[in-house]
């Protein structure tokens, strides 16, 4: 396969042209570049959704953290195991919550000023254990990249040479649900499969040499609060510590990987991987996907509103709705309207299952690719059914 010029999946581009799979029922090829150019979306958003205000942003944290310890207060007054499953399910969605403001930080869209965005970055990440330098950088990665097969960061596919070669136990536990939405602290500390590094070690591949000391600094601070629930359970016991923590942070860890994963995968139409001179950064922006999640819309800070955020990640996250609603007449074809969701997103179960499914790997070759499916994969259940 590796000497073909043209791609086995009847969804990829051959020849230069666009195959079974990737047009739309309107003959809309996504992979199509695309007739604006990103100045053009630049000009269409209002000025004044470039303002950062690091009061309002200040305003979102309190009120995130005033959450978060009275949802604690309430479930250790209650003490009862009929509240400590809401309790988790609420607390894993707020620590969920921190995370995306901790984000913002990172991004340089919560202020102007670098080191408050550092110094509140690093209290909301450190937090749920999040290295926050280490991320940051390798977020920033995934943002300059995005929609390369090679270069990504987040959530990349695999070249078929090196999903070929995984253990056949890596590939079920990659590709079978639930367990790719636990993930998340396993990617921070050996990345994906064919890339070598950790989010905690300051000589990885992953920094740059003027950047390895702040990645010290951001390891340190999550070793501080290891070091503080270590403590803890030893002064209120280690079930407590689960449930108010432990619990709580595998679901934060579940919605992380759920939205993150559902951002570039897993829309009803084939969407297109760049290599090579295909690919550009507005290429790859518009492979991006907004979502609604219904009720967690705001609870989350409007991160489903994905798009407009990738494209300029400057803006801040309660300006991304009017951003997008101005820039969708530029877009055109290339913004896909998101599904109308209910109070909780559970039409996105489906959407999820079904990209982890059939989305495994992409061609070694071509600078325009899109998701293959292993037959092979799941023969081992249907032979063991039988």
């Given at each position: 396969?590796?000497?073909?010029?043209?791609?086995?999946?009847?969804?990829?581009?051959?020849?230069?042209?666009?195959?079974?799979?990737v047009?739309?029922?309107?003959?809309?090829?996504?992979?199509a570049?695309?007739?604006?150019?990103?100045?053009?979306?630049r000009?269409?958003?209002?000025?004044?959704?470039w303002?950062?205000?690091p009061?309002k942003?200040?305003?979102?944290v309190?009120r995130?953290?005033?959450?978060?310890?009275?949802?604690?207060?309430?479930a250790i007054?209650?003490?009862?195991?009929?509240?400590?499953?809401?309790?988790?399910?609420?607390?894993?969605?707020?620590?969920?919550?921190?995370?995306?403001?901790?984000?913002?930080?990172?991004?340089?869209?919560?202020?102007?000023?670098?080191?408050?965005?550092?110094?509140?970055?690093?209290?909301?990440?450190?937090?749920?254990?999040?290295?926050?330098?280490?991320?940051?950088?390798?977020?920033?990665?995934?943002?300059?990249n995005?929609?390369h097969?090679?270069?990504?960061?987040?959530?990349?596919?695999?070249?078929?040479?090196?999903y070929?070669?995984?253990d056949?136990?890596?590939?079920?536990?990659?590709?079978t649900?639930?367990?790719?939405i636990?993930?998340?602290?396993?990617?921070l500390?050996?990345?994906?499969?064919?890339?070598?590094?950790?989010?905690?070690?300051?000589?990885?591949?992953?920094?740059?040499?003027?950047?390895?000391?702040?990645?010290?600094?951001?390891?340190?601070?999550?070793?501080m609060?290891?070091?503080?629930?270590?403590?803890?359970?030893?002064?209120?016991?280690?079930?407590?510590?689960?449930?108010?923590?432990?619990?709580?942070?595998?679901?934060?860890?579940?919605?992380?990987?759920?939205?993150?994963?559902?951002?570039?995968?897993?829309?009803?139409?084939?969407?297109?991987?760049?290599?090579?001179?295909?690919?550009?950064?507005?290429?790859?922006?518009?492979?991006?996907?907004?979502?609604?999640?219904?009720?967690?819309?705001?609870?989350?800070?409007?991160?489903?509103?994905?798009?407009?955020?990738?494209?300029?990640?400057?803006?801040?996250?309660?300006?991304?709705?009017?951003?997008?609603?101005?820039?969708?007449?530029?877009?055109g074809?290339?913004?896909?309207?998101?599904?109308?969701?209910?109070?909780?997103?559970?039409?996105?179960l489906?959407?999820?299952?079904?990209?982890?499914?059939?989305?495994?790997?992409?061609?070694?070759?071509?600078?325009?690719?899109?998701?293959?499916t292993?037959?092979?994969l799941?023969?081992?259940?249907?032979?063991?059914s039988?």
């Amino acid at each position: 396969m590796a000497g073909e010029k043209e791609h086995s999946f009847n969804g990829e581009r051959a020849g230069g042209k666009t195959t079974d799979g990737v047009g739309g029922g309107d003959g809309f090829d996504p992979s199509a570049p695309p007739p604006f150019r990103i100045a053009d979306i630049r000009a269409a958003i209002p000025k004044h959704c470039w303002v950062k205000d690091p009061w309002k942003s200040m305003s979102y944290v309190l009120r995130d953290v005033v959450v978060v310890f009275g949802l604690a207060v309430a479930a250790i007054y209650s003490d009862s195991w009929l509240v400590w499953p809401l309790y988790w399910a609420a607390q894993g969605t707020m620590f969920w919550a921190l995370f995306v403001l901790g984000h913002d930080c990172g991004h340089g869209s919560f202020s102007d000023n670098p080191k408050l965005n550092s110094i509140v970055g690093h209290l909301l990440h450190s937090w749920i254990l999040v290295p926050y330098h280490g991320w940051r950088i390798s977020h920033r990665t995934h943002h300059q990249n995005h929609g390369h097969v090679e270069n990504d960061e987040s959530w990349v596919p695999l070249p078929e040479k090196i999903y070929k070669n995984l253990d056949n136990s890596v590939r079920i536990l990659r590709f079978t649900v639930p367990f790719p939405i636990f993930a998340y602290p396993m990617y921070l500390w050996h990345r994906s499969p064919g890339k070598k590094g950790s989010h905690f070690n300051p000589d990885s591949d992953l920094f740059p040499t003027s950047e390895r000391k702040a990645v010290l600094t951001s390891t340190l601070c999550w070793c501080m609060m290891v070091a503080l629930l270590v403590c803890v359970s030893f002064v209120v016991g280690l079930p407590q510590v689960l449930k108010l923590y432990g619990v709580p942070y595998l679901v934060f860890v579940m919605w992380l990987d759920f939205v993150t994963y559902l951002h570039h995968h897993g829309y009803e139409q084939k969407l297109p991987w760049y290599r090579g001179k295909e690919w550009s950064y507005l290429r790859g922006g518009l492979t991006t996907v907004d979502r609604d999640y219904g009720w967690f819309n705001n609870i989350h800070h409007d991160i489903g509103t994905h798009v407009i955020h990738h494209l300029f990640p400057q803006i801040p996250h309660y300006h991304l709705i009017e951003a997008t609603k101005a820039a969708r007449p530029v877009l055109g074809k290339y913004y896909r309207e998101p599904k109308k969701s209910g109070p909780i997103p559970i039409h996105l179960l489906k959407n999820l299952t079904r990209s982890i499914k059939q989305d495994h790997y992409v061609s070694d070759t071509g600078d325009v690719v899109y998701y293959q499916t292993d037959p092979h994969l799941y023969q081992f259940f249907h032979d063991k059914s039988k």
